[in-house]
RNA sequence: GCGGAUGUGGCGAAAUUGGUAGACGCGCUAGAUUUAGGAUCUAGUGCCGCAAGGCGUGGGGGUUCGAGUCCCUCCAUCCGCACCA
């Protein structure tokens, strides 16, 4: 038998790829283009496990396929490179976050070339290079120096709006801002600079504000509402509380709805799609003005239901509402100041677990515009501050949580639509017709809506209203380990850095940690700090999402010093073809790509408007742990057979190294090593073994469940670990890892290999022509692996290799007519070996520069017959048959024409293919 | 509660537009061959049944000549969001 020796061959072609460049795009083309990528990995210093390549071995097949389909492939990997884990090491112990930072990243890429990824290495940078992130800081000058104009739809500079207001003043300008007070030019010239600078803020898309916003403690920085799971942080899960603070903000909501409406043109998964519009959370209403008894104020409200407002009893402003002390009364005055301070400083955990009603009576009353009741304002959490106006009007009939709180506080509940029975819970439906509701009496909910927002409207009292939930973005960090915000703060106004100071690199600290005072780290470099003309810089650095929200966009064009990117370049290679990566950066990462890509194409930088046409995600994979029980008097550790069920709570559990157990049998001698301690003590069952539990669970180091990819190659080979990755199933899918199933593949690498190097280790491959059986296993398989990648169901492609390879081997079949293409189409799966079989077939170039095969009808059909036949005396046609059936066969369908008929109405059919029994198929 | 998905052998899974369900692989069974390896080859392997035959894609109903696939409904599991007015 031949022997097979896959380090030797993988070993070589990765030199030679690297050294011949052979997967180096060309940057600019008249040929079509074709761009794929993985959502980038942060380099941690665990190195990666065989969970990452699951995307990556994908984005290269469709990689290498679409290079051998003729596409001009651009197929880059880089590195998302600032964050915590690196500068966290750096507090502990001392070493600058850049240092381990690179070593990491040296380990990874080893790592990637092991696995022989056709990355294109002129691409390949890390965001935290400080060439890279020059243009990161570049783009946020840009926020800060835009605003968006809500006429136009589109980002413009901040200096047009400065002449805007100089000429006539903000009332005229419809814009994304908080700025809700309007200014003649007038007013705007007798303004000092801090005073114009803080309106101005009110308008910029990078701006400073106070904000209610997760404060973390514990990390000693603030995050954004994507990077809070359940009111605890999503790394580390430690509590956030809520604080008002002052910070770097992005304005993304002036986006929201071209966030919304291009999610329709995406080729993107819908479970996606749905998370980004549930995100976005766009809700059609009205917003009402109330009259407030006794003060000049009105209380604004949103409301979805302004069909029910003739059962408004009562309202609730949130403890944070900016009129809670003016409304409230000198007798409630003590009881909502304990109120709202108990409000404040219950935690968001809190605040989640428990959501019975609680609130307190302002003692002040609004006007119902259309029955003159006067209603009660309460104060109660479950109205929150930052969606709509912090303040809605109630009606307890037809909603659920007003219902809870009138009972609870008894306040009276009228029905305003029938069909429902209110002593038993809130009627929230849009069924059934209008009562007790003056002129909308009779009306149906959804007429009743449209009817009431056209009368307040008329009566000047509200007006259509879109609100959306998503929130600007804290952009600040108190951390060390990002891009610096190029702002300099002077004389109470800001400025951008200097372009030509760009980069502004971070400075040498002498700990990583924030300050005694709980200043951030940068606040330790004074010098860097302090400018000789009194300005001082901005302390915050940029979250971990600025990096990669445009790395896309620099891939193209890694080492330009002049632009962020060239923009011819940006016009061929945009929008990304294909982006894979995995579900949790949903609505973080994957909502600013889409943010900053509209903004950039808003100051005419880039063409498209959307980054990544088509996205898949790929699954987790998961740990299969191996649990081993320790009886927790004896200490001695049990097989897990011997364990009788009842007793199971007297054994503690605990991870054995997965590397160390084969078919649930644990290696007692090596764990034994990998523990240093020699004196553990073990039962073993009657066949003298120790039996370990399997258990799923998260890949991670810490269950030793993990599972090196170079390990994987090591022992079997990059080309049969790749394809037993994809053999596992829809790359779609999480799943366990595990290798049970790889002998299969290895077993068909062999045998593959045999069908050119026999087993004296003699090269078969002859030139005679192929019969037709074996020129059908090749089609066949032709056409499988072709529309498998196609629609990227790998998978699929795996047993049409298997079954092809099968099929030869019992042929006896060692043609250069069949093993030729058959070679191509296997190449992106597992390139090394192709490559070298490729080179012993006489090749001198590189397979890459070969051209992926056509499937050919001619070998696929069955032989057939053809039939005339006759429906309903109407339409002929010929029907087509296996040549083995026999007329009497046909007879037999004659029932199921007139179906047939309906089908083929207005179409002309070429024939009907039957077997017996049923029509199979109707080939038009 | 809202939104999204998924449910097929002992296991991972195929079946692209409705057309012979379970391809391919693992595992298992038997045999062959070598002989201690985590080897190779051959045959078998959805379930029930000796068989003929029957039953089978989470449950129930429907459309169709024909349904894993389409429609309705219920159930289970997973993921995301959540007092969003």
């Not at 500068?87 to 070493?95: F, L, R, S, V």
């Not at 074996?774 to 990227?792: C, F, N, P, S, W």
């Amino acid at each position: 038998m031949g022997t097979y020796n896959f380090q030797e061959i993988e070993k070589k072609w990765q030199k030679k790829w690297k050294e011949d460049r052979v997967f180096v795009a060309e940057k600019l083309s008249d040929k079509p283009k074709y761009y794929v990528m993985d959502m980038f990995p942060y380099p941690s210093g665990k190195g990666l496990h065989v969970g990452h390549p699951l995307g990556f071995i994908a984005t290269d097949i469709m990689a290498r396929y679409k290079r051998v389909k003729g596409y001009n492939v651009l197929y880059p990997m880089g590195f998302d490179s600032f964050g915590l884990p690196a500068e966290q090491y750096a507090i502990k112990t001392g070493i600058h976050p850049a240092i381990t930072t690179e070593k990491n990243i040296k380990h990874y890429w080893a790592q990637l070339e092991n696995v022989g990824f056709s990355y294109d290495p002129d691409s390949m940078f890390s965001t935290a290079d400080p060439e890279y992130y020059k243009w990161t800081q570049w783009i946020f000058i840009k926020m800060y120096q835009h605003w968006y104009n809500k006429t136009e739809e589109c980002a413009q500079p901040i200096e047009e709006l400065v002449k805007v207001f100089e000429k006539k003043g903000n009332a005229g300008v419809l814009a994304a801002t908080t700025q809700e007070e309007a200014f003649t030019p007038e007013e705007w010239k007798a303004m000092r600079p801090p005073e114009q600078e803080e309106i101005l803020m009110r308008y910029r898309i990078a701006y400073l504000d106070y904000a209610t916003v997760n404060w973390c403690p514990a990390l000693g920085t603030v995050l954004a509402n994507e990077e809070v799971k359940d009111g605890k942080s999503e790394r580390g899960g430690h509590p956030v509380e809520r604080k008002k603070m002052r910070q770097w903000m992005l304005r993304i909501t002036a986006y929201s709805d071209r966030l919304l409406k291009g999610l329709e043109i995406l080729d993107w998964p819908d479970s996606l799609e749905a998370m980004q519009k549930n995100w976005i959370g766009r809700s059609e209403g009205a917003s009402i003005h109330y009259e407030i008894v006794g003060h000049e104020e009105r209380l604004e409200v949103f409301t979805t239901r302004p069909d029910t407002i003739f059962g408004n009893m009562f309202m609730v402003i949130a403890p944070e509402h900016p009129l809670v002390e003016k409304l409230t009364t000198k007798e409630q005055k003590a009881e909502v100041e304990t109120y709202v301070d108990w409000a404040k400083n219950r935690s968001e955990v809190e605040r989640m677990a428990d959501t019975t009603k609680t609130g307190v009576f302002t003692g002040a009353y609004t006007l119902n515009p259309f029955t003159e009741e006067k209603l009660p304002i309460w104060i109660s959490d479950y109205v929150v501050i930052t969606y709509g106006t912090g303040a809605i009007m109630c009606v307890p009939g037809h909603d659920d949580r007003d219902y809870e709180f009138a009972n609870k506080f008894d306040i009276p509940i009228r029905e305003v639509i029938a069909g429902g029975d209110l002593s038993k819970e809130a009627y929230t439906s849009k069924e059934g017709k209008m009562v007790n509701s003056g002129f909308l009496n009779g009306l149906s909910p959804m007429e009743a809506i449209k009817a009431m927002n056209d009368e307040l409207e008329n009566r000047g009292i509200g007006k259509r209203k879109i609100t959306y939930r998503q929130r600007d973005v804290v952009w600040s960090r108190q951390r060390y380990w990002g891009e610096p915000t190029p702002i300099i703060h002077k004389d109470g106004v800001t400025e951008p850095v200097a372009w030509e100071d760009l980069p502004l690199d971070l400075p040498e600290v002498d700990q990583y940690k924030p300050s005694a005072t709980g200043e951030p780290p940068l606040s330790r470099a004074q010098d860097w700090v302090n400018l000789p003309d009194g300005g001082k810089r901005d302390m915050n650095t940029m979250p971990n999402w600025a990096g990669s929200s445009w790395y896309f966009l620099r891939y193209p064009d890694a080492h330009n010093d002049k632009a962020f990117a060239d923009p011819k370049r940006m016009d061929y290679w945009l929008p990304v073809d294909l982006y894979i990566g995995g579900t949790e950066h949903a609505v973080g990462h994957l909502m600013y790509s889409r943010f900053w890509t509209k903004f950039l194409k808003d100051l005419g930088y880039l063409s498209v408007e959307e980054p990544f046409q088509k996205l898949v995600n790929q699954g987790m994979i998961q740990g299969t742990s191996q649990m081993m029980y320790r009886h927790k008097k004896t200490n001695k550790f049990v097989s897990a057979d011997l364990i009788p069920e009842g007793e199971i709570n007297e054994y503690s559990q605990l991870h054995a190294d997965v590397n160390l157990v084969r078919a649930q049998v644990l290696d007692v001698e090596g764990f034994k090593k990998w523990t240093k301690d020699e004196s553990a003590q073990f039962v073993l069952n009657e066949d003298k073994e120790f039996r370990t539990v399997p258990r799923v669970e998260k890949m991670s180091k810490s269950y030793y469940n993990t599972v090196d990819p170079d390990d994987m190659c090591a022992q079997y080979g990059a080309d049969t670990f790749r394809i037993y990755e994809m053999f596992l199933g829809p790359i779609e899918l999480s799943k366990p890892w595990n290798t049970d199933g790889i002998n299969g593949v290895i077993s068909f690498m062999r045998r593959m290999y045999n069908l050119f190097i026999n087993d004296a280790e003699q090269f078969q491959v002859t030139d005679e022509p192929a019969t037709k059986e074996e020129l059908k296993a090749l089609h066949t398989m032709i056409k499988q692996v072709g529309e498998g990648i196609d629609r990227m169901a790998f998978n699929t492609c795996v047993p049409a290799f298997m079954v092809f390879v099968k099929e030869l081997g019992r042929m006896k079949c060692y043609k250069r007519e069949v093993l030729e293409p058959f070679l191509i189409c296997l190449s992106p799966f597992a390139p090394h070996v192709c490559e070298e079989l490729w080179e012993m077939l006489g090749h001198g170039d590189s397979i890459t520069l070969s051209s992926f095969p056509d499937w050919e009808e001619q070998y696929l059909v069955e032989d057939t017959v053809e039939y005339p036949v006759q429906i309903n005396g109407k339409v002929r046609f010929k029907l087509s048959v296996p040549a083995d059936m026999g007329r009497e066969d046909i007879g037999k369908e004659v029932l199921a024409h007139e179906t047939a008929q309906k089908w083929l109405e207005g179409k002309e059919p070429k024939k009907l293919i039957v077997v017996p029994g049923r029509i199979v198929n109707v080939v038009i």
